[in-house]
């Protein structure tokens, strides 16, 4: 990414979602902001539940030129009329989901903190690296996506990258002018008003 360029948003939505509210709350913010890409990240595994979230979320998005992905579940995308799929296994599905949707679609790839799965997802034909968390996190195995990966990937790897996980002013600002993204979900949903939450997460990138 040039350094002169201003990283892009991408939200992803809670884990949870209140259909009598959320699609509310979710276009006010991206009619407060510029956003590229929503992730439908949903916690469920009940597809009926996701069905009708994707739904919801797709309404609000295409009346407003946004993209929307839905994590992990590869066989949907197609079915509810999404933009594509944002893979959480790192390198392993990207081939299986490119030959399912074809190219026309999106295909994410989220690779942790390892620089040898954002490097292998992109060659298996992934459109972006999500790396995190970026923050410090007792999920997982506590690991953080340090800011020497993303100075790297800027440097050396053309495919946009997404920093995600855990982020606040501080790492926002820091990070910057070395990632194309910044994933942010629970940093504005717990928020009393996302939409100004958001707006301040966006006034860190300019310093």
Known sequence: MAQDEQPQIYL???????????PKVLSQVLDAHDVACVRLALATRDEDAICRAADACREVTHARDIALVIESHILLVD????????????????RKAR???????????????????GMSAGEAGADY?????????????????????????????ELPVVAEGALNETLIRSLAPVTDFFGLGD???QAEDPAAQLGDLIAAMQG
Request: aromatic share 8%; hydrophobic share 40%.
């Open 12 to 22: 992803i939505t809670p884990p949870e979602v209140e259909l009598s509210r959320f």
């Open 79 to 94: 079915r509810l009329g999404l933009d594509g799929v944002h893979l959480t296994d790192s390198a392993r599905s990207v």
């Open 99 to 117: 030959k399912e949707l074809g190219n026309d679609a999106i295909v994410g790839a989220y690779c942790g903190t390892s620089q040898h799965d």
């Open 129 to 157: 690296i999500s790396f995190g968390p970026v923050g410090a996190s007792a999920l997982m195995g506590g690991e953080q996506a340090p800011a020497e990966l993303f100075e790297w990937w800027s440097q050396m790897i």
């Open 187 to 189: 940093e504005i949903w």
